[in-house]
Structures are given as C-alpha cells and as structure tokens.
Nanobody
C-alpha cells in the first residue's frame, strides 16, 4: 500500500488548508486512516483518525478547528484545517491500517509527509 499526501503549504494565521491522502496498491480493506504531525524538535503526535464506519477522533488541540473525513470508494482521507495557528506548523503524515488475507500485505503504512507552515 502506498500513501500519497498533498495539500500542504504556507498560510497566514487564521487561514485554512485542506490535506488529502490517497491510498493505492493492492488494497483489501483499510480499517483506519489518520493524520499525524511532527514539528521541529518534537515527537510525532496524533492529529485525527477515522475508521471505516466514519467514527472520528481528534486531538484536543485541534478540536473545533480541524475535520477529518474519508472517501472509502477512493481510499482517500482528508483533513480540513481551519483557523490555523502558528503552533500547527509541522510536517503532516497520513497513516493507514490495512488488512489483507496475506499477512505480508497487512500492517500500518505511512505517507511521505507534507509541510504545513502557518505564519503569524
């Protein structure tokens, strides 16, 4: 499974961005998809996740500002980010938990990361 993220960029504080992440390859069933981020000098942290029934979970720091959604037909996850703050600046990574009848094709997969920079 390959994950291709897009949509990052430079935005002013208070602005919005929408990230997309499309999964491709030998896909059987993606149980969950999500977004994580890593700021310089900090550990990677969870931003939001969504499972196959569209149940979502968001970090407290982004609740009310970020919305995660998923298009199961396209194997794509989105992250709509509104009211961006300078502390949202980070590299954002998409993640997928994939199940396949072949154990070798199952597991957790990561995208390449997309930079989000919020200027104050």
């Amino acid at each position: 499974v390959q994950l291709q993220a897009s949509g990052g960029g430079l935005v002013q504080a208070g602005g919005s961005l929408r990230l997309s992440c499309a999964a491709s390859g030998n896909i059987f069933f993606i149980a969950a998809m999500g977004w994580y981020r890593q700021a310089p000098g900090k550990q990677r942290e969870l931003v939001a996740t969504i499972i196959s029934d569209n149940t979502t979970n968001c970090a407290d720091s982004v609740k009310g500002r970020f919305t995660i959604s998923r298009d199961n037909a396209k194997n794509t996850v989105y992250l709509q980010m509104n009211s961006l703050k300078s502390e949202d600046t980070a590299v954002y990574y998409c993640n997928a938990n994939h199940f396949h009848p072949s154990p070798e094709a199952s597991g957790e997969f990561w995208g390449q990361g997309t930079q989000v920079t919020v200027s104050s």
